[in-house]
């Protein structure tokens, strides 16, 4: 079974978790030409202050920024 998995910050709501999820699975299906019931996707949402670039924490560089 094929299985997509998405590292990345917080998805903001269900609905565009939703849209990801449908949208992976089906480019997935029609590259490998598999039933799309066979196919996972997992979301693994990370804190800013879990990821790093560059050798710095994100939540550093964000809040640098004047971000949350």
Do not use: C, Q, W
């Not at 693994?44 to 790093?52: D, K, L, S």
């Amino acid at each position: 079974m094929p299985t997509i998995v998405i590292d990345g910050p917080k998805i903001p709501s269900i609905e565009f978790k939703r849209k990801l999820v449908e949208g992976l699975t089906e480019v997935a299906a029609g590259v490998y030409g598999f039933d799309k019931k066979i196919i996972h996707v997992v979301i693994r949402e990370n804190a800013p202050e879990n990821v790093g670039s560059g050798g710095r924490l994100i939540a550093d560089i964000t809040a640098e920024r004047g971000g949350s």
